[in-house]
């Protein structure tokens, strides 16, 4: 239970993060699609998360070498992202292109929906022993 609250303390910072960066992205003069803003804020949160996650939520389970790191890294990236950012996109679209919700509330319910399977990714594969 402890891991899940540390995953979702990282997942808030996390989350912080990919919503300025949205913001920031959707809001300037010249705005950024907001498919293509939820891609770089998304991935950013990611590269984000993955370093909390390996030096607190799953401390106990460290790394015995770099390349250990990179297979983890590796792992991460291609199970939590593919989740966050095709589960980002398609809820996004919807949300925002269907619904026509602010980029930001709608940011908030894709993450929300995405956060469950990406701690059972995390947790079964990447940081594995």
Not at 61 to 82: I, K, Q, Y
Not at 103 to 124: E, K, M, T, W, Y
């Amino acid at each position: 239970m402890f891991r899940w609250i540390k995953f979702n303390a990282v997942g808030i910072a996390g989350f912080a993060l990919q919503t300025s960066v949205l913001f920031v992205l959707t809001h300037t003069p010249r705005p950024m699609h907001y498919l293509v803003a939820t891609v770089c804020a998304v991935e950013l949160a990611i590269l984000h998360n993955f370093i909390w996650h390996q030096r607190w939520t799953w401390k106990d389970r460290p790394s015995l070498s770099r390349a250990e790191t990179l297979r983890r890294l590796a792992t991460f990236h291609v199970t939590n992202g593919a989740v966050s950012l095709i589960g980002n996109l398609a809820l996004m679209s919807i949300f925002v292109g269907v619904i026509r919700l602010p980029v930001v509330i709608a940011n908030v319910g894709s993450v929300a929906v995405c956060s469950i399977f990406n701690f059972l990714l995390a947790d079964r594969l990447a940081f594995q022993i």
